[in-house]
């Protein structure tokens, strides 16, 4: 088995965002473990894909196993996996509070746990987790509580981890973006949407990845939630 090149492990990546990542990490050299609900086999011997629902403990667990059995380590975890429902607060159902706490919770705490035990056997790793500039800066234009909720708890879980981890080198970073041209997105409301941006357009999957590879390789930057929103955190 060979252990020398570095493993990404990436979340939700069976399309759009999730899928730019998988294939940026293929790019560079990594091998990768991809994982979503639907995400089919591969064919690229540098490539593992693992079917499961991330807010399921079974599947955190699969997927850092199959990684490990398959690659022999886990260098990168990438937590893209999650759900975002705009709504006006009294308006969201029973059903969409915990599909978004399973996914956008669940799915963390249980894959990370498993991917930092086996960080920290190997002596080194990074997390990065997939967050929202509107944990910090709510727009009245887009009612999301329940991103802020969810989302919100992974911003301040990566400032604890980077803390708890640091003496350990383990790295724990986020990329908090704005809205990103996805398949996810209907074409009639993009041009709503980019004028929610100071720069006045939507970021570009390629945003995303690049400020990824950046934290990948800023070994002094631990903690740090990364804004790629096209200036929104900034102001309106």
Known sequence: MNVERKVAVVTGASRGLGEGIANAFRDQGYRVVGTSRSIGPSDDPGYLTVAGDIGDPATGKKVIEEALSRFGRVDTLVNNAGIFIPNEFTKYTDRQYRDLLATNLNGF?????RAVEAMVRQGSGHVVQITTTLVEHANSAV?????????????????????EYASRNIRINAVAPGMIKTPMHAPASLTAMAGLHPLNRMGEIADIVQAILYLEDANFVTGEILHVDGGQIAGH
């Open 143 to 163: 009612p999301s509580v329940l991103a802020s909720l969810t989302k919100g708890a992974l911003a301040a879980a990566t400032r604890s981890l980077a803390i």
């Open 109 to 113: 705490f249980y894959i990370t746990q």
